[in-house]
């Protein structure tokens, strides 16, 4: 079965605390990786993506991701959290060539200042 | 980057009744769906809103509970039809354009059966 899943569902940090969100998923095929943001009131917006080519990949506002194929994981991170970080965090996968996403259930992360 | 509207932006309605959300973008795009998120679940993909021709579900959608238009490369409406608090979640209109590798969101419904 198609699923991604992130295993916090809520996570609360000081500021200047580093992030780790973990995304694992199941997939029988070619995937493109995504981290999706939705600040409070606001859409949701890309935080950083991968298709191939360098595992590591660098996002907006700080925001890394690293692609491990064997453990089929995406998992994000930051080294330093910010009160602006306050949001909900969704990890995606998209079938290549299949314009749908599979989300997970999302992480609400609390930055407390 | 596309600029989607969506309306409304929320809505609390009676059981049995129906809802149509529309979605507007600012460009014309290849691609367009609808996804819901139920309280504390995932976005799940709805269907894909075809342009002149009926929109494709996904797996537990169908056309009479979900029906979607989508007269142009601008513009899909969804509508929820008879509605039960089961139906109670967020509604999202999402776009894709050929040359994007990512695709964008709108703000989305949230929709409240009572």
């Known amino acids: 079965a198609q699923s991604v899943s992130q295993h916090n569902h809520h996570v609360i940090l000081s500021e200047a605390a580093s992030l780790e969100l973990g995304c694992n998923y199941s997939?029988?095929?070619?995937?493109?990786l995504f981290w999706y943001v939705q600040y409070p009131g606001q859409h949701l917006q890309l935080l950083l993506k991968?298709?191939?080519?360098?595992?590591l990949v660098k996002g907006i506002k700080g925001f890394e991701a690293e692609f491990i194929k064997s453990k089929f994981s995406f998992n994000l991170r930051k080294p330093s959290v910010q009160w602006s970080d306050t949001a909900e965090y969704f990890c995606a996968v998209m079938g290549f060539g299949t314009y749908k996403y599979i989300f997970g259930t999302g992480t609400r992360l609390k930055v407390l200042a | 980057s596309a600029v989607i509207s969506q309306k409304p932006s929320r809505d609390i309605c009676q059981r049995g009744t129906s809802l149509t959300i529309q979605c507007q973008v600012d460009s014309q795009v290849t691609m367009m769906f609808w996804y819901r998120q139920q309280p504390g679940q995932s976005l799940t993909l709805i269907a894909t809103a075809n342009q002149g021709s009926e929109a494709t579900y996904e797996s537990g959608f169908v056309i009479d509970k979900f029906p979607i238009s989508r007269p142009n490369l601008t513009f899909s409406t969804l509508t929820v039809s008879n509605m039960s608090p089961e139906d109670s979640s967020i509604y999202l209109c999402s776009v894709h354009r050929r040359l994007d590798t990512e695709a964008f969101f709108g703000q989305g419904t949230r929709l409240t059966v009572v």
């Open positions: 991968y298709f191939s080519g360098d595992p």
């Open positions: 997939y029988g095929g070619t995937v493109n």
